[in-house]
């Protein structure tokens, strides 16, 4: 399989004018806001205009997006922009005429205004890198070949060493790291910020 270079970002081939990077990033990225909205208990119908509009001003800020800067990650900017787009959501439900009684809005209204609402909390950081993880492979499944995805899922997924996966699949366990690496190298041009969370694993 031909790798591309790992310092080929997902971010930096979008700034290139790279349409199938766009796509990648949608595709990557997408269904996580997407689970945010669900998570904070908002309709399907609204989640989907939520995802747009996030969509939309990641169109018109990635150039200002911090790339490779220490202590900044791609995920953890879309969150920013996922958590006021939501908060606007449930303001703009409150000023509606129509929004009827009951159902805790009104609550719901001052749990956002807490500066503690959708904090970015270590275990959720994580519970997304092993989301958008799962979304990369899922993505780059039919890019690579039988052995190479079972090396991946039984090493990475199933967390099985690599002498056990050498001998059920009949290659040496060198061969199972240099498959397992090639496949995390793959990963890597899906992500901006998630080398170190890639290297534990």
Sequence with gaps: ?????????????????????????????????????????????????????????????????????????????????????????????????????GGGLDETIAVIDDPAWMEDEPDLIERDHRFLIQRAVEQIRQELSETDWRVFYQTVVSDQNATAVAEELGISPAAVRQRKSRVMRRLRTHFEGLEDFLDSI
């Design 1 to 101: 399989m031909d790798m591309p270079s790992t310092s080929l970002t997902l971010i930096q081939r979008i700034r290139d004018g790279d349409e199938l990077a766009w796509k990648d990033l949608v595709d990557l990225y997408g269904p996580l806001v997407y689970f945010w909205c669900r998570n904070n208990q908002i309709e399907e119908n609204d989640s989907a205009d939520i995802l747009q509009a996030v969509l939309a001003s990641v169109t018109s800020a990635i150039e200002r997006f911090r790339l490779g800067e220490e202590g900044t990650s791609f995920r953890g900017w879309l969150f920013g922009i996922a958590r006021n787009k939501i908060r606007d959501h449930f303001r703009d439900r409150q000023k509606r005429p129509d929004r009827g009684l």
